[in-house]
């Protein structure tokens, strides 16, 4: 419960570098991806969960919506790096007609097996009942997508890695990890299919994933927001 409350507050505390850009209309894609994964996280800590819950008129259906709110968040937050390494095709895979078929694709199929999935119990990701193999499948398809976006930017950040740019290589280094574990909780989605108790290291996995990410996101902020700071210095 803790873990959760602490990726929600890490979160949101990085989203709120973008606050100030978006406000004046700048960096608009980035602040609204890292609202959209902040809200995801937000709505299956616990209390709020449950507190969202006895207002739904459907069991869980706030899943669905933190379900959908990462995918937006990673939809974004993608279309955003593959631009910023001008990466054209990875682009359109991601936020183009074959991205967006992959997207609908995988949420599409988490809301057929919802609605097949007859559970009471109210909790994130119908973990209460990892005992039915369509509950474990229906886990496993979310850790899917994240790893698609992943697996479309690693061998653009891996370039980054080896920048001459410090603030170029630190922000590589934060998305490389993070897209990694994207990759790694992918690998324990399938393994839950086969055995449900790996199921709580993917969930910490997923957290500690999305905090790089979002690392790394903010790094690439504060080096473009220095960058200005120093042009204006130079000609005023």
Do not use: C
């Amino acid at each position: 419960m803790l873990t959760g409350y602490l990726i929600a507050v890490v979160l949101a505390a990085l989203a709120l570098t973008r606050l100030p850009g978006a406000i004046r209309g700048r960096n608009m894609l980035i602040a609204s991806s890292a609202a959209a994964i902040v809200l995801a996280f937000a709505l299956i800590t616990p209390d709020v969960y449950a507190a969202l819950d006895r207002f739904s008129p459907i069991p869980n259906l706030v899943d669905l919506v933190a379900k959908l709110a990462l995918f937006t968040g990673l939809l974004l937050a993608g279309t955003q790096v593959a631009r910023a390494w001008r990466a054209p095709e990875t682009q359109r895979r991601i936020s183009g007609l074959p991205g967006v078929l992959v997207f609908l694709g995988v949420f599409v199929a988490e809301v057929v097996i919802f609605a097949v999935v007859h559970t009471t119990s109210s909790v994130p990701d119908l973990a209460d009942n990892l005992s039915s193999p369509l509950v474990r499948l229906y886990s496993t398809l979310a850790t899917a997508y994240p790893a698609y976006i992943a697996a479309l930017l690693l061998p653009h950040v891996r370039k980054g890695l080896s920048s001459s740019q410090g603030a170029t290589k630190a922000t590589s280094r934060f998305l490389f990890v993070g897209f990694v574990l994207a990759g790694v909780r992918f690998v324990l989605g399938l393994v839950t299919l086969l055995l449900p108790a790996t199921y709580y290291v993917g969930q910490v996995v997923s957290g500690v994933a999305a905090i790089f990410v979002a690392l790394g996101l903010a790094t690439a902020f504060f080096a473009r927001l220095g960058r200005q700071r120093a042009a204006q210095r130079q000609y005023s």
